[in-house]
């Protein structure tokens, strides 16, 4: 099969890790393969942060512990019902991506960035997860330690995030809802 649509069907969202942090060169590729994602205007809208710090992930994932038990249960993930649950499923590495809040492209623009490095991890033999979670972190009262600790320029806020590394675990391909597609004409 070709490459490139062998690495969008194999891809899934990993949840479990490996402790082996990745090497400068593959972390450069998943960057390149980041910046190289197109944009509306080609404004280039986002900023990525890469995070491997463990402690600085720990705080996050608290913060995002928080956020969701100050939660009506039932508007909690069911995740959460493990009281282990890691929000970035013990990877080695997160990227995080701000974006800029002036430009209205910035949530699209900044979801082809992380689907881009998504692929490459892909291609690269790692996996990954995409992570909306995150996103509580910065809502809190420690948003805007968090927005510093993770140097998001002024005036950019979360986007997105993406947990990369030697996945342990394996799945099957989501399951395809029906009529997602129209022919028309
Ligand atoms: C915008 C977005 C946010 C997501 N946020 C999370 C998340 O916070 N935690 C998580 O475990 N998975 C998250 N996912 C992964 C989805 O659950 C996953 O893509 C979906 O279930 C389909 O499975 P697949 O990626 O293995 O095909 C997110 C995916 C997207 C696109």
Redesign the pocket.
């Known amino acids: 099969m070709n490459p490139v649509l062998s690495a969008i069907a194999d891809?899934?969202?990993n949840?479990a890790y490996k402790p082996v942090p990745l090497s400068d060169e593959t972390l450069n590729a998943l960057l390149q393969a980041a910046v190289q994602a197109p944009s509306a205007v080609n404004r280039q809208p986002w900023h990525f942060t890469v995070v491997r710090d463990q402690a600085l992930l720990k705080e996050l994932n608290a913060a995002v512990w928080e956020a969701m038990m100050a939660r009506d249960p039932e508007k909690r993930s069911a995740r959460f019902q493990d009281p282990n649950f890691d929000?970035f499923y013990g990877a080695p590495c997160v990227i995080f991506i701000s974006g800029d809040q002036k430009n209205s492209w910035t949530p699209i623009d900044c979801?082809i960035a992380v689907e881009n490095i998504a692929l490459a991890a892909q291609a690269l033999g790692l996996g990954s997860?995409?992570?909306?979670?995150p996103r509580d972190a910065f809502k809190g009262p420690k948003g805007d330690n968090f927005r510093k600790a993770l140097a998001f320029p002024e005036g950019f806020d979360f986007q997105?995030a993406i947990a990369v590394g030697e996945a342990t675990d394996t799945?099957e391909?989501?399951p395809i809802k029906e009529n997602k597609i129209s022919f028309v004409g």
């Not at 997860?129 to 979670?133: A, H, K, P, S, Y």
Request: hydrophobic share 45%.
């Open positions: 891809r899934r969202s949840r929000v979801g997860v995409i992570l909306g979670m997105i799945k391909a989501h």
